[in-house]
């Protein structure tokens, strides 16, 4: 589903439409991104236990596994694909596969805002129940458009979810979807013919160039920003985003006085 609105709009769509008031969910943060997600869920009555991470680092399978175990049961687990504050991509496979073997029917959400398009991901194969994404990130056009996908398992929790939603209710959208093709609100329409427009470029290019592209640039950005003496935030390389590279600056430079 589409939904004209941003990243951020993503997120509020994904906790209000499959989760219901005082739900245990468990947010796993490597960023402002996931901070912000989690605070999400808590402004809906949602019990947040959060596990964090320093800034700059992925989250940690071994760590994650262990504290899933310790805080089960819970309804869903919340996680960043590519936190953009830090420029860390997150192994969402590994980190998906956990939940399913801990919590089988736990939901596993996924913030792709800035990696979806531009980073591998594949929603099904790795089993992961709701993706969402911004137009303004990998999709190459200017903000307003938050596409969103949700598996069975989340259409069958969105029947029993009980968290207020007007905007975002993904029934009446689908059902207008369904039914007419279009938006149950106005569409911002200018924003899909550029979206039209970016995806006939992306599919001349191809999945897989797109995202040696990005690797390419990725890889070429880190080395000149290491080459100049700075540093990544990202610590350990691996992780590194090859879609947004944050860079530890080592002087503090004072803002100009007029
Ligand atoms: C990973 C991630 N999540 C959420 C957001 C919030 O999106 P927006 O600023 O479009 O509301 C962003 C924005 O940069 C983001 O990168």
């Keep these: 589903m589409t ?41 809906y009555g949602l019990k947040v236990s959060r596990i964090e991470f320093s800034w700059g680092e992925a989250a940690d399978p071994a760590i994650v596994e262990a504290r899933l175990k310790e805080l089960t049961p819970y309804k869903g687990v919340l996680m960043t694909h590519n936190e953009t504050s830090t420029g860390v991509t997150n192994n969402i496979r590994t980190l998906a596969s956990i939940v399913r073997t801990v919590s089988p029917e736990a939901l596993v959400v996924v913030d792709a805002v800035s990696s979806l398009s531009s980073l591998p991901l594949e929603m099904d194969l790795w089993d992961l129940d709701v993706v969402f994404t911004g137009s303004q990130k990998g999709w190459m056009i200017p903000p307003g458009i938050m596409m969103i996908a949700a598996s069975e398992r989340a259409w069958q929790a969105h029947k029993n979810a009980k968290l207020p939603r007007f905007y975002w209710d993904w029934t009446s959208t689908r059902k207008q979807l369904d039914a007419s093709w279009q938006h149950p609100t106005t569409p911002p329409v200018s924003l899909f013919y550029a979206l039209d427009v970016a995806l006939e470029m992306m599919l001349d290019e191809g999945r897989e160039a797109i995202f040696a592209r990005h690797k390419k640039a990725g890889e070429y950005v880190r080395d000149r920003v290491q080459a100049m003496g700075l540093h990544l935030l990202a610590t350990d390389v691996r992780y590194a985003s090859n879609t947004v590279t944050a860079i530890r600056l080592l002087k503090v430079l004072k803002p100009k006085r007029y």
């Design 3 to 43: 939904y004209p609105a941003s990243g951020t709009g993503g997120q509020e769509c994904a906790v209000v439409n499959v989760f219901s008031p005082g739900d245990h969910v468990v947010s796993i943060i490597i960023g402002n991104f996931g901070t912000r997600l989690a605070k999400i869920a808590e402004a």
